[in-house]
């Protein structure tokens, strides 16, 4: 165990709180030290650190390295066998569906669109957004995602959206609304005056811990291109746009050349899946900047294509690292990371073997996925300046990875590749953000997960009521096409001469 202590060196003496400190509460308004940790600092030389202690004074770490000093009163974790490293990032998760988790586990995409895009998401109330979204925060903090956009694209009413933001101001994590509304054309929502009112009143700016996005998609559609108003108000209100881009036959190049011919594509432009898009369109996002969010498990699982992570790497396009849904998937980016390695080898090895060749030597490595889930996440939010990386002056989103009961933290000879295929979300022992302890030895503390488990409840109960008990069984069970057995040509009855 690692009770949080005060610090037992020289330059701490004369506390008068030394001792063990029993609780949580503890660790509150105290300078906090991490000692004696793997650190991976995620800096622009990928430093990794052995036996180094992290120091957070503050809302922000103040110094990294091996037996630190520490001001008076420093409240101690020994991180001894563990991996510190910066908080993870999802840039593109639907919080709000977090209220129907695992529903659509056998879900392809057309089945989702059905179901949410035009059966069943209208019936979702703002307390229905507001429970998803609790539910989701509290997730992604617990799994040490200490940044996550919000890709609310349910937002039928401003009601709705006070609801999306309430959550995530209730949760002490950091995160992004990036506001959308599938019930109506961005065209229409972005222009009403209720909008603008509320991107004023709740988004006035310098507030890292809560950022805001437009979120809408550009269909293969008029070459008269309406989405050109809901691109303008974003250049109005000076906010980035995400897109789903390159979603197989739903999103296309004619998207990207629209928005690229317009002057819409920007550095701060998201492109989330990015998978089924040309040559053409690559160069345009990487000349314009703009980076692409993959969430691994979904195209793999839903169909929008094959994950492009060779593709990005070959155009010098930013990645970060996404989980979409979890209506399908989770709040894990530890999966996001395995996902993402396994399906850019997968891909390598499976045309090499078409090809009567071997692959010898991987192109991607452990080391590349772990930025992309962090300092990745950071670089597409404009945030690089406040968190991603391990550094004195950036804002403290800190995880440590670390699990004396667990056999799979020993022993950590390569940290990159223990975080990712050896770590899971359960690994997460400690995480802070902004300074503050927001899960401390394996619990959450400061977020009430029995609201959340009750909230979510009711809107379990109201849809179920609302599609009734079929619709319900049907939608969780789509048909299942017909496998045909091939003929065997080995088989046969023997008969004895
Ligand atoms: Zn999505």
């Given at each position: 165990?690692?009770e949080?202590t005060s610090?037992?060196?020289?330059?701490t003496s004369?506390?008068?709180?030394?001792g063990p400190?029993?609780?949580?509460a503890?660790?509150?308004g105290?300078?906090?030290?991490?000692?004696n940790?793997?650190?991976?600092?995620m800096?622009?030389?990928?430093?990794v650190?052995n036996e180094?202690?992290?120091?957070?004074s503050g809302?922000r770490?103040s110094?990294?390295g091996?037996?630190?000093?520490?001001p008076?009163?420093t409240?101690?974790?020994?991180?001894?066998?563990?991996?510190?490293?910066?908080?993870?990032?999802d840039?593109?998760?639907?919080m709000?569906?977090?209220a129907?988790?695992g529903?659509?586990?056998?879900?392809?995409?057309t089945?989702?669109f059905?179901?949410n895009?035009?059966?069943?998401g209208k019936c979702?109330r703002?307390?229905?957004?507001y429970?998803?979204?609790l539910?989701?925060?509290?997730e992604?903090?617990?799994?040490?995602?200490?940044?996550?956009?919000d890709?609310?694209?349910n937002?039928?009413?401003?009601?709705?959206?006070?609801?999306?933001?309430?959550a995530?101001e209730?949760v002490?994590?950091?995160?992004?609304?990036?506001?959308g509304n599938?019930q109506?054309?961005?065209?229409?929502?972005s222009?009403?005056?209720?909008?603008?009112?509320?991107?004023?009143?709740?988004f006035?700016?310098?507030?890292d811990?809560l950022?805001?996005?437009m979120?809408?998609?550009?269909p293969p559609?008029s070459p008269d291109?309406p989405?050109k108003a809901a691109?303008?108000?974003?250049r109005?209100?000076?906010?980035p746009v995400?897109?789903?881009?390159?979603?197989?036959?739903?999103?296309?190049?004619?998207?990207?050349?629209?928005?690229?011919q317009?002057g819409f594509?920007?550095?701060?432009?998201?492109y989330?899946h990015?998978?089924?898009?040309?040559t053409?369109?690559?160069h345009?996002?990487?000349?314009?900047?703009?980076?692409a969010?993959?969430s691994?498990e979904?195209?793999q699982?839903a169909?929008?294509?094959?994950?492009?992570?060779?593709?990005?790497?070959?155009h010098?396009?930013?990645?970060?690292?996404?989980m979409?849904?979890?209506?399908?998937?989770s709040?894990?980016?530890?999966?996001?990371?395995?996902?993402?390695?396994?399906a850019?080898?997968?891909r390598?090895?499976?045309?090499?073997h078409a090809?009567d060749e071997t692959?010898?030597?991987?192109?991607?490595r452990a080391?590349q996925?772990?930025?992309w889930?962090t300092?990745?996440g950071a670089?597409a939010l404009?945030?690089?300046?406040?968190t991603g990386s391990?550094?004195?002056?950036k804002?403290a989103?800190?995880?440590?990875i670390?699990?004396?009961?667990?056999?799979?933290?020993?022993?950590?000879?390569?940290?990159?590749?223990h975080?990712?295929?050896q770590a899971?979300?359960?690994?997460v022992?400690?995480v802070?953000?902004n300074?503050t302890?927001v899960k401390?030895?394996?619990r959450?503390?400061g977020?009430d997960l029995?609201?959340?488990?009750r909230?979510?409840g009711?809107?379990?109960e109201?849809?179920?009521?609302?599609?009734g008990p079929d619709?319900w069984?049907?939608?969780?069970?789509p048909?299942i096409?017909?496998?045909r057995?091939l003929?065997?040509?080995?088989?046969?009855t023997?008969?004895?001469?």
């Amino acid at each position: 165990m690692s009770e949080p202590t005060s610090s037992g060196s020289p330059s701490t003496s004369g506390s008068d709180r030394e001792g063990p400190a029993a609780t949580p509460a503890d660790l509150a308004g105290r300078p906090l030290v991490f000692r004696n940790a793997t650190v991976l600092t995620m800096d622009a030389s990928r430093r990794v650190l052995n036996e180094a202690d992290v120091l957070i004074s503050g809302d922000r770490i103040s110094a990294l390295g091996p037996h630190l000093d520490v001001p008076v009163g420093t409240a101690e974790i020994d991180a001894t066998g563990g991996i510190v490293m910066p908080g993870m990032i999802d840039t593109h998760r639907h919080m709000w569906q977090t209220a129907l988790r695992g529903y659509g586990a056998d879900w392809t995409l057309t089945q989702y669109f059905v179901w949410n895009y035009l059966q069943w998401g209208k019936c979702f109330r703002p307390q229905d957004i507001y429970a998803g979204n609790l539910l989701s925060a509290i997730e992604a903090i617990d799994a040490g995602v200490t940044t996550t956009v919000d890709w609310s694209h349910n937002l039928q009413t401003i009601d709705h959206a006070e609801a999306a933001a309430d959550a995530l101001e209730e949760v002490p994590g950091r995160f992004v609304l990036a506001y959308g509304n599938i019930q109506q054309a961005p065209w229409e929502w972005s222009v009403a005056p209720e909008f603008g009112d509320f991107v004023a009143r709740r988004f006035p700016g310098g507030n890292d811990m809560l950022g805001f996005q437009m979120a809408f998609d550009v269909p293969p559609a008029s070459p008269d291109f309406p989405e050109k108003a809901a691109f303008e108000v974003a250049r109005e209100l000076n906010v980035p746009v995400t897109t789903h881009a390159g979603v197989w036959k739903v999103t296309t190049d004619d998207g990207i050349r629209l928005m690229y011919q317009h002057g819409f594509m920007q550095p701060s432009s998201i492109y989330v899946h990015a998978a089924s898009l040309s040559t053409d369109s690559y160069h345009r996002i990487a000349a314009t900047g703009g980076s692409a969010s993959l969430s691994t498990e979904s195209e793999q699982s839903a169909g929008q294509g094959y994950p492009p992570t060779w593709k990005l790497r070959e155009h010098g396009i930013g990645v970060s690292l996404s989980m979409d849904t979890s209506v399908w998937w989770s709040a894990d980016l530890f999966s996001a990371m395995r996902a993402t390695l396994s399906a850019d080898r997968a891909r390598e090895h499976l045309e090499a073997h078409a090809r009567d060749e071997t692959v010898t030597h991987h192109k991607l490595r452990a080391e590349q996925v772990v930025q992309w889930a962090t300092r990745g996440g950071a670089m597409a939010l404009g945030l690089d300046s406040v968190t991603g990386s391990l550094e004195p002056g950036k804002k403290a989103d800190v995880v440590l990875i670390k699990n004396d009961a667990s056999p799979v933290m020993v022993p950590i000879l390569n940290p990159y590749g223990h975080v990712v295929f050896q770590a899971q979300r359960g690994d997460v022992h400690t995480v802070v953000i902004n300074g503050t302890v927001v899960k401390y030895d394996h619990r959450l503390v400061g977020s009430d997960l029995d609201k959340a488990r009750r909230v979510v409840g009711q809107t379990v109960e109201y849809l179920k009521g609302q599609l009734g008990p079929d619709a319900w069984h049907e939608g969780m069970h789509p048909e299942i096409p017909e496998t045909r057995v091939l003929d065997n040509p080995y088989t046969y009855t023997y008969t004895e001469d």
